[in-house]
């Protein structure tokens, strides 16, 4: 059965939040709500995380495994290439010394932090990413698009839903 | 006062925001032009001293770091509002930094950028640059980990690569604006590309928010490292007036304070040039003036520490260079430094000052300069007077190579920037109608709930 | 590998030079110079400029600080001209003090450089690679005596720094130096490594006197002495015994006796702990 998108906008997200809350309590046959939906907002809104339900974020253990990774790497490359090094005595300090390789590895610690948690933004969020099939820019400056993706026969069901909360603009995506 | 007005429509800032990336007051072109030619001198300096010799900036034995090193901290402690004060204000969740935030971070990218070259025209070789590079190679030939310089480098490259991080993860939402708002042409593509396809699903907003706020975290001790390290280059050797164990924090707080100076000016500047007279509000900028009086006053009173510490501690090398730096050749740039430094931001702490955009404008250029005083009497008199007499010299000056140098770099930095802003927004514009939206909120709850608060004391 | 390396020779990698680190052998090349039977008469700096091919870089140059004297000779005066029963002239109390790099066992110097162009040698030497230096002159900031020198401009395509004909007299056994590099007294170590090749075809250490520094050599009233510390019939180490100097302690806790002669021994600045 083909699938097919729906995107309907907002004016504020008391009324996206009604319109979600309807989907989820209403069953309509050929359309879930936890996959097929996605609201789409201009800005950061910790409302709409609270209407939509907790939905886990796993950035954080990147940012874990990046910076021990970091920081063990630095401190293993730099004592590593000092013993390596044609290891001569500088200024009477031990060939590892430790003082320089601890603000170094704290150093790698944050480097690797940083860069492998936007590794992990960028493959959590899925990121670069295609367009999705509608979109409208309207999104971009002050509306809440509702995208939702059904099966055919749903989105009679689902129009009706969006229109009954006073939907500024639904679009279709067109039959195949 | 408030903020912002909470009644700007969310549209109305998209236009007014990208309008700015179409046609600012003509002032743009004018300072672009002048940074243009200002670097042009500094590309002059460079090629000469390139070519002939270090010793066209007229060092010698025993100055052997000039303006070039003093300059190198300058703009590195520039660097430290923008990002260090976005990532505080950020967590403790301070809505006013967000009109702001944007250009203080690409601030701190453009001075460190600044910053970094100062690092190769101050080599004797710098087309041997890459030797101080990790890399690994045949002979098994590292750098030195222990030398401070290379903690530089590390910490710089980190902080700078971060900052790129945090400013540009920060900006893909507004970038997708621009992409969706943009007429044809090579910055729509641009764009399109950098925006990575973001459309504010309610998936990316999830992830963005917990990525921006690690960042965040983890750009805080960062710069505060990366200032802590520049100072150990002077603390972690032996010369007297270097030697000093409060240079880390007192570097961090000379760094914030030249920073916030400097966010005062170029928040003047750009709220003219780009009509954002809306967004970059009085309310704002009084916020930041007050910041700016506080880390004044923390800055004087480490100083204030150094010298009370360098007096009492009868090492008379030490001693002696600030005996120098008070009475000798550099006098009149030292009290010039306590002057810009300590005394004239006094002014700030006046209400009427805190929102008179000329004089701000030329105090704020003032701190500026005092902060650039206080880097240059770190460095030289210590050469002048080391710790082996036979070495002193009192009368050294640096060459037109230098200062050109110097100069130049202030015209390379106004370039990145300006060129910044008119490419990418300078205002986060997601960000303020997060502002606005919350801000509104907050107004309606309180006008619902607590009319007595509103009619009693006034809404805060 | 690097790692397993890292951990096998730990406690190599972790000691303290001079302090508690195994001394240097077989050799240790040090000096002494007797500052009383110095008379200034600068041949040292001198015969140094002749064997160390080192640019002579003109009077405003040097006016300007920017002289390349690897041995320079300091001049000191009594202040106590015109006082009651005092000297006539300030030049009648003239001291002199030669002064070189001190080879210091723990340097200020060599720590800083950020890409390890200056190090300490298995003989006891301050090294500099001219190769390595990139000229970030950060060795000689953090050198308390200021016996760095760096090359300013690039000394050998200027003018007048070697005429024509002084050319030929450049010591083959030393490089020039071009711009940008940093470079400082050697002890002569390609006279140094020249003996020891010998020494070691002939299966034995160099001997006392076997190999002298250009200074040494051209001294008039031999002041300065040079040789192998760890030889105990070395002058030098007979001398910085005599004079109870210890290369390991940074403070020489002298029993001068009474009546005897004075210990005049003393390593420069020595309270800062380069060990010089």
């Known amino acids: 059965m083909s699938q097919r998108h729906i995107l309907a906008l907002y004016s504020d997200f008391d009324k996206a939040e009604a319109v979600v809350k309807e989907l989820r309590s209403t069953q309509i046959k050929g359309f879930d709500v936890n996959k097929g939906l996605i609201v789409k907002s201009p800005i950061e809104h910790p409302e709409v995380e609270e209407f939509l339900g907790d939905k886990p974020v796993h950035v954080q253990w990147f940012t874990l495994g990046g910076a021990l990774m970091g920081g063990l790497l630095g401190f293993f490359l730099i004592s590593g290439a000092q013993a390596n090094f044609y290891a001569q005595i500088k200024g009477g300090k031990p060939i590892v010394p430790f003082p320089p390789n601890f603000v170094l590895t704290y150093e790698m610690f944050i480097l690797g932090g940083v860069f492998i948690s936007v590794l992990g933004f960028l493959i959590c969020a899925g990121l670069p990413a295609r367009r999705s099939p509608l979109y409208s820019s309207k999104v971009s400056e002050d509306q809440i698009g509702i995208l939702v993706k059904s099966d055919e026969t749903a989105t009679n069901a689902l129009k009706a839903i969006f229109t009954k909360h006073q939907a500024l603009e639904i679009q279709e995506e067109a039959g195949k | 006062m408030k903020d912002i007005r909470e009644d700007i429509a969310w549209a109305k800032i998209n236009q007014d925001v990208l309008n700015s990336l179409e046609n600012p007051r003509k002032l743009y072109w004018v300072i672009l032009f002048v940074a243009l030619a200002m670097l042009g001198v500094a590309a002059g300096c460079e090629v000469y001293q390139y070519n002939v010799g270090m010793g066209v900036a007229n060092m010698d034995n025993p100055h052997m770091w000039g303006l070039y090193i003093a300059t190198f901290i300058f703009w590195i402690g520039m660097s430290h509002s923008g990002t260090l004060l976005s990532a505080i204000l950020h967590l403790m969740h301070a809505d006013w930094r967000k009109p702001i935030y944007r250009f203080a971070e690409a601030m701190t990218t453009f001075s460190l950028m600044t910053a970094g070259l100062f690092v190769a025209v101050h080599l004797g070789r710098?087309?041997?640059?890459?030797?101080?590079?990790?890399?690994?190679?045949?002979?098994?030939?590292?750098?030195?980990?222990?030398?401070?310089?290379?903690?530089?480098?590390?910490?710089?490259?980190?902080?700078?690569?971060?900052?790129?991080?945090?400013?540009?993860?920060?900006?893909?939402?507004?970038?997708?604006?621009?992409?969706?708002?943009?007429?044809?042409?090579?910055?729509?593509?641009?764009?399109?590309?950098?925006?990575?396809?973001?459309?504010?699903?309610?998936?990316?907003?999830?992830?963005?928010?917990?990525?921006?706020?690690?960042?965040?975290?983890?750009?805080?001790?960062?710069?505060?490292?990366?200032?802590?390290?520049?100072?150990?280059?002077?603390?972690?050797?032996?010369?007297?007036?270097?030697?000093?164990?409060?240079?880390?924090?007192?570097?961090?707080?000379?760094?914030?304070?030249?920073?916030?100076?400097?966010?005062?000016?170029?928040?003047?500047?750009?709220?003219?040039?780009?009509?954002?007279?809306?967004?970059?509000?009085?309310?704002?900028?009084?916020?930041?003036?007050?910041?700016?009086?506080?880390?004044?006053?923390?800055?004087?009173?480490?100083?204030?520490?150094?010298?009370?510490?360098?007096?009492?501690?009868?090492?008379?090398?030490?001693?002696?260079?600030?005996?120098?730096?008070?009475?000798?050749?550099?006098?009149?740039?030292?009290?010039?430094?306590?002057?810009?430094?300590?005394?004239?931001?006094?002014?700030?702490?006046?209400?009427?000052?805190?929102?008179?955009?000329?004089?701000?404008?030329?105090?704020?250029?003032?701190?500026?300069?005092?902060?650039?005083?206080?880097?240059?009497?770190?460095?030289?008199?210590?050469?002048?007077?080391?710790?082996?007499?036979?070495?002193?010299?009192?009368?050294?000056?640096?060459?037109?190579?230098?200062?050109?140098?110097?100069?130049?770099?202030?015209?390379?930095?106004?370039?990145?920037?300006?060129?910044?802003?008119?490419?990418?927004?300078?205002?986060?514009?997601?960000?303020?109608?997060?502002?606005?939206?919350?801000?509104?909120?907050?107004?309606?709850?309180?006008?619902?709930?607590?009319?007595?608060?509103?009619?009693?004391?006034?809404?805060? | 590998m690097s790692v397993s390396n890292l951990l096998e020779n730990w406690s190599q990698f972790r000691h303290f030079h001079p302090v508690e680190d195994k001394p240097h052998d077989p050799y240790k090349w040090a000096m002494s110079i007797d500052l009383d039977a110095c008379?200034?008469?600068?041949?040292?700096?001198?015969?140094?400029?002749?064997?160390?091919?080192?640019?002579?870089?003109?009077?405003?140059?040097?006016?300007?600080?920017?002289?390349?004297?690897?041995?320079?000779?300091?001049?000191?005066?009594?202040?106590?001209?015109?006082?009651?029963?005092?000297?006539?002239?300030?030049?009648?109390?003239?001291?002199?003090?030669?002064?070189?790099?001190?080879?210091?066992?723990?340097?200020?110097?060599?720590?800083?450089?950020?890409?390890?162009?200056?190090?300490?040698?298995?003989?006891?030497?301050?090294?500099?690679?001219?190769?390595?230096?990139?000229?970030?002159?950060?060795?000689?900031?953090?050198?308390?005596?200021?016996?760095?020198?760096?090359?300013?401009?690039?000394?050998?395509?200027?003018?007048?720094?070697?005429?024509?004909?002084?050319?030929?007299?450049?010591?083959?056994?030393?490089?020039?130096?071009?711009?940008?590099?940093?470079?400082?007294?050697?002890?002569c170590v390609q006279r140094l490594a020249a003996a020891k090749v010998t020494a070691k075809s002939e299966g034995r250490i160099v001997h006392d006197g076997e190999v002298q520094t250009a200074c040494q050599q051209a001294c008039p009233t031999s002041a300065i002495s040079f040789g192998n510390l760890i030889d105990p019939e070395s002058r030098v180490h007979k001398q910085w015994r005599a004079q109870q100097v210890e290369l390991d302690k940074d403070k020489q806790a002298k029993d001068q006796k009474e009546g005897g002669t004075e210990l005049r021994g003393y390593r420069i600045l020595e309270d800062m702990r380069p060990y010089p």
């Not at chain 3, 000394?155 to 720094?161: A, F, G, I, L, R």
Request: hydrophobic content about 45%; overall charge neutral; glycine content about 6%.
């Open chain 2, 126 to 460: 710098v087309w041997q640059i890459y030797y101080a590079l990790p890399y690994p190679n045949e002979r098994g030939v590292w750098p030195n980990f222990q030398s401070p310089l290379l903690w530089d480098a590390m910490a710089i490259f980190t902080y700078l690569s971060s900052s790129i991080l945090f400013l540009y993860v920060g900006m893909i939402p507004d970038l997708a604006i621009c992409r969706d708002r943009m007429h044809e042409g090579w910055r729509k593509k641009l764009y399109t590309l950098l925006s990575l396809g973001w459309e504010g699903t309610d998936r990316q907003w999830r992830n963005f928010r917990v990525t921006y706020l690690t960042i965040a975290c983890f750009l805080i001790p960062l710069a505060v490292s990366v200032h802590s390290i520049v100072a150990s280059d002077f603390a972690m050797s032996q010369q007297p007036g270097w030697h000093v164990t409060s240079f880390p924090p007192y570097f961090v707080a000379g760094a914030l304070y030249s920073g916030c100076a400097a966010i005062i000016t170029l928040f003047i500047i750009l709220r003219y040039v780009f009509r954002f007279e809306e967004y970059m509000t009085l309310p704002i900028l009084k916020k930041i003036v007050r910041l700016t009086f506080a880390i004044s006053m923390v800055w004087t009173y480490l100083n204030a520490v150094e010298f009370a510490s360098v007096w009492y501690s009868h090492d008379e090398p030490s001693k002696d260079v600030l005996i120098q730096k008070a009475t000798g050749t550099y006098a009149p740039f030292w009290w010039a430094m306590i002057f810009c430094g300590s005394v004239l931001p006094l002014t700030l702490a006046f209400k009427r000052i805190q929102t008179n955009i000329p004089v701000l404008f030329a105090v704020s250029l003032l701190l500026n300069m005092g902060m650039w005083l206080e880097r240059w009497m770190i460095v030289a008199p210590t050469f002048s007077h080391g710790i082996y007499p036979w070495t002193w010299d009192h009368d050294q000056w640096p060459s037109f190579v230098q200062w050109g140098m110097v100069f130049g770099s202030f015209g390379w930095f106004t370039l990145l920037f300006m060129v910044f802003c008119k490419v990418f927004p300078s205002v986060s514009m997601y960000e303020v109608k997060e502002m606005v939206y919350h801000r509104r909120q907050a107004t309606k709850r309180l006008e619902e709930t607590g009319k007595f608060a509103a009619a009693g004391k006034g809404a805060h």
């Open chain 3, 39 to 187: 008379s200034g008469c600068n041949a040292c700096s001198v015969a140094c400029y002749a064997e160390n091919n080192l640019p002579v870089v003109g009077k405003e140059k040097y006016a300007h600080g920017q002289a390349m004297h690897w041995m320079r000779i300091e001049h000191y005066w009594d202040e106590d001209v015109g006082e009651e029963g005092g000297r006539e002239f300030p030049d009648q109390g003239a001291q002199f003090l030669p002064m070189m790099c001190q080879q210091c066992e723990a340097a200020p110097c060599e720590t800083v450089c950020p890409v390890g162009a200056t190090n300490h040698t298995a003989d006891g030497l301050n090294s500099q690679i001219y190769n390595r230096c990139i000229g970030s002159r950060y060795c000689s900031a953090n050198c308390p005596y200021k016996v760095r020198y760096f090359n300013w401009y690039d000394y050998p395509s200027t003018d007048n720094v070697w005429p024509a004909e002084m050319t030929q007299q450049l010591n083959p056994d030393v490089t020039v130096r071009g711009k940008g590099v940093m470079e400082k007294c050697t002890f």
